[in-house]
């Protein structure tokens, strides 16, 4: 120190000097280029790159000195020169602005293996993990955050981390590669490592037991995408429809199938109908096709069909008069199926009357484009009103046990309705007072015809109808005391005691106490 003290200050001085360090308050790292003055700038001095401030020249006594740095608060600090001697006097600025904390995330996994390419989530903010498993700086004030931790094949990571100027340092951290790419960082850093776990092995995905299949249709002239159009699809081994669709906007529609062979049909309205073969589809494959469309042209065909609307009959000598631009373009009677035409005429804008004796008249105006063919169906409103009608449900259950058979077709008076949950059907309505014929199918049972007997005008009827499974064998009473005798087994417990038969140890009949009107079921490998 005397060295110094001889080279500041040579033997003999009368003068005195001040020394010291300009640090920051939260970094503690050295502010070059402050001001250290005394005395309105009598006497002062710049920071070095260390932040070191020297004055000297100062007679014995007490000085104020100040410093000052750009970004900082001011600070002054009293001092008591002495001559020959250097007073140290250090200063800790406060930044005008709080500075951020540096919150630095490193990703690794089980077995402490760095992660690239990780995601994290903090403060809004989203950053990616680099090769040596760490993120950039996410720059935070003091508080809490919560951060969310993403890698492919690992499972999420949620946390939540206090950052404080008085808790800064490493956290959960592993030993980073030399160098990383943050080593030359400086200022207050908050180091927080995260551990992944690895996601569970997905199962592989299932078999595919479908092929999938997409149709897009077009117009064949304008080449542009006809949407609403109608897609069906049949199989070529069962010969029966097996899917159906209308295109979307883009003339796209899809379907799954099972493998198969198949063909299709396509058509939409004021288009010819096109069809093709799809050939055999895969399961697991999938397949697209381009189907043109043609526009119909020639005369449009007008056929016409009139009934009546609340019982559905046909109404025969009813007068049909087609008109155009108030001409008269043809005149014609339905015959007695209620039927008329059909009738050509030029693509363009119609309107047809039809009138029939005891009907009320009915007419309407359409436009029929070229290669038009559809059945015109008109419905005549009897002019004396609504005809009373019947009402009928059907309900269709298994006769064994009561069960109720959903999804069981019912077909009665020219209309067709399907058994709910619950085997109901809903209500067949405008049904004329007479007799009608019905016949029930449900898949696994056999078929059941049947006739409601004379319906009542404004009656409601629920018709029961009991199903048996395809192949199950019923008896009458009287078969199975036959089928009995031929038994070595005492059969004349049936009659003795409880109404119960034993047969092998199996129960035929519970509480049989009504021979004629008693049906039993015996299953075939039982006889």
């Known amino acids: 120190m005397s060295s110094l003290l001889d080279w500041l200050l040579p033997k003999g001085t009368t003068y005195a000097a001040v020394s010291g360090f300009v640090t920051d308050s939260y ?51 009293q001092f008591t020169a002495v001559a020959g001697e250097v007073a140290h006097v250090d200063f800790k600025l406060v930044p005008l602005v709080k500075p951020k904390i540096m919150l630095i995330f490193q990703v690794y996994d089980a077995a402490l293996n760095l992660i690239p390419n990780a995601k994290v989530t903090c403060a809004g903010q989203t950053k990616l993990t680099q090769s040596d498993g760490e993120t950039d700086p996410f720059y935070l004030d003091p508080g809490t955050y919560n951060y969310t931790v993403s890698a492919e094949g690992f499972l999420d990571e949620n946390g939540t ?40 092995t997905p199962p592989p995905p299932p078999t595919p037991t479908q092929a999938s299949v997409t149709f897009t249709v077009f117009d064949k002239t304008t080449n542009s995408p006809i949407a609403s159009a109608a897609v069906g699809v049949w199989s070529n081994t069962t ?13 796209k529609v899809s379907f799954l199938l099972n493998p198969d062979n198949y063909r299709y049909q396509a058509g939409a309205e004021g288009y010819n109908v096109a069809e093709g073969q799809l050939g055999y589809l895969v399961a697991g494959q999938t397949y697209t096709f381009t189907v043109y469309l043609e526009k119909k042209t020639g005369p449009a065909t007008l056929k016409f069909e009139v009934k009546s609307e609340y019982t559905g009959s046909p109404v025969a000598n009813a007068t049909i008069v087609v008109t155009q631009d108030s001409t008269t ?59 009373a009608n019947a009402m009928v449900r059907f309900s269709v259950y298994y006769y064994a046990t009561n069960a109720p058979i959903p999804n069981a077709k019912v077909t009665c008076g020219g209309q067709t309705k399907y058994t709910d949950d ?17 016949t029930v199918e449900a898949s696994g049972y ?41 038994l070595s087994v005492p059969w004349y417990v049936w009659a003795a005691g409880a109404g119960v038969v034993v047969v092998g140890g199996v129960i035929l009949i519970k509480a049989v106490t009504s021979k004629p009107s008693v049906t039993v079921v015996m299953p075939s490998s039982s006889k």
């Open 27 to 77: 970094t503690g790292f050295p502010i070059a280029g402050a001001t250290a003055s005394i005395g309105y700038y009598i006497y002062q001095a710049t920071t070095d790159s260390a932040g070191y401030y020297l004055i000297t020249g100062l007679l014995p006594g007490t000085y104020t000195v100040t410093v000052s740095a750009s970004g900082y608060q001011t600070q002054s600090k």
């Open 422 to 438: 619950n085997g109901m059907t809903g209500i067949f309505t405008l049904l004329a007072p007479k007799s009608y014929d019905y």
């Open 239 to 251: 010969n029966s429809q097996v899917a159906t669709g209308a295109t979307d906007p883009n003339g």
């Open 446 to 486: 056999e078929t059941v015809s049947g006739n409601t007997g004379e319906l009542k005008a404004g009656q409601g009827y629920l018709i029961n109808v009991p199903m048996k499974k395809t192949g199950e064998q019923i008896w009458l009473i009287d078969q199975l005391l036959n089928y009995l005798k031929s």
């Open 329 to 387: 373009v043809l005149t014609a009677k339905t015959d007695s199926s209620g039927h008329a035409g059909p009738f050509t005429v030029n693509p363009g804008t119609y309107t047809y009357t039809v009138t029939a004796d005891g009907y009320k008249g009915s007419q309407l105006t359409a436009y029929y484009p070229p290669g038009y063919s559809d059945l015109i169906s008109v419905w005549l409103e009897p002019a004396g009103g609504p005809i």
């Open 161 to 200: 981390v206090t950052l404080d100027y008085d808790k800064l340092g490493m956290y959960n951290w592993v030993v980073s590669p030399t160098p990383s790419h943050n080593s030359g960082l400086k200022g207050l850093i908050y180091y927080l490592g995260v551990q992944m776990t690895k996601a569970p």
